[in-house]
């Protein structure tokens, strides 16, 4: 395994720089109202592509070799993740294929399609993808890129608890607690990386029914999930990576779920209350902290992973 530390998400800060977005952390005090505490909200929803991926993407397929590029890349994504790498792929010119669900949101695939890369559609979970991508290296000796377990990855995604970290003391506060939604736990594993040394401490967030972080804290070991019925279509592996695990077994405090009708609730609110628009996976952590599920935290760093959401859903939960 790895041995990763804070250096490690420091290093992938610097390689990335000017590749990706310093987004902005806000504050919103009808939001710190409704959650009882102070939310510090990294919004990564504004970042390249709209989601925390491009940090990722950008630092694994920046540290590819000549030889490895020429080979091509392939990823297997829901949508975040392979946005991030076709664009990661255009930017250092190398070709990308990549598979995604045959439910993945249109407005996801538009993107991917845009940025050049080629999609294969396969099934509904990560396994089905996970077999894609292997048959897609089988045939073209192409490079797989994570999308979360992996040394790579998870130091790119460290980087945005790491701004958050500088932001939030850069607006004078020390934070209490990290949130952060998880799916396969490259974000979080990160995150737990990049708030070594200090007193801020790590929750997961996840969708009720797709709780494998959760289940796999509590069996001392990865437990794998079918995963339920969920509008966070970025938070639906049927497993956390190993790696990520391993990570977040020594740096999370605890792992929460939150129900659709929260996920929604938080997604309206933030839009109308603060400004900002996220997709569902984006809004999982915000729900936690709107449900006052953080004990004992006057500050909290909210991560908002992305906002790639369809319209038409939008439409739906602000009418509902």
Known sequence: ??????????????????????????????????????????????????????????H?????????????IITYSSGNHAQAVALAARHFGVTAEIAMPVDAPTVKVDVVRALGARITFAGRTSTERHQAALEIQARTGGVIIEPFDHP??????????????????????????????????????????????????????EPIGCDSMRQSLKAGRVVAVEPGPTIADGL?????????????????????????????????TLLLRGKLLVEPSGAAALAACLGRKIPDARRIGVLLSGGNVAPDLVARLLSE
């Open 152 to 205: 790579d990855t998870i130091a790119g995604q460290g980087t945005a608890t790491l701004e958050l970290l500088e932001q939030a003391a850069e607006l004078g506060a020390e934070l209490d607690a990290v949130v952060v939604p998880v799916g396969g736990g490259g974000l979080i594993a990160g995150a737990c990386l990049a708030t070594q040394g200090t007193n801020a401490r790590v929750y997961a967030v």
């Open 60 to 72: 694994a397929v920046g540290r590819l070799s000549d030889a490895e590029s020429a080979r091509g």
């Open 236 to 268: 639906k592996p049927t497993r956390v990576g190993q790696l990520n695990f391993a990570i977040a077994r020594a740096g999370v405090a605890d792992a929460l779920v939150v129900d659709d009708e929260a996920i929604a609730r938080a997604l309206v």
């Open 1 to 58: 395994m790895a041995d990763l530390t804070r250096d490690d998400v420091l290093a992938a800060a610097e390689r990335i720089r000017g590749l990706v977005t310093r987004t902005p952390v806000v504050r919103c005090d009808a939001l710190d109202d409704i959650a009882g505490t102070e939310l510090y909200l990294k919004a990564e929803n504004l970042q390249r592509i709209g989601a925390f991926k491009a940090r990722g993407a950008m």
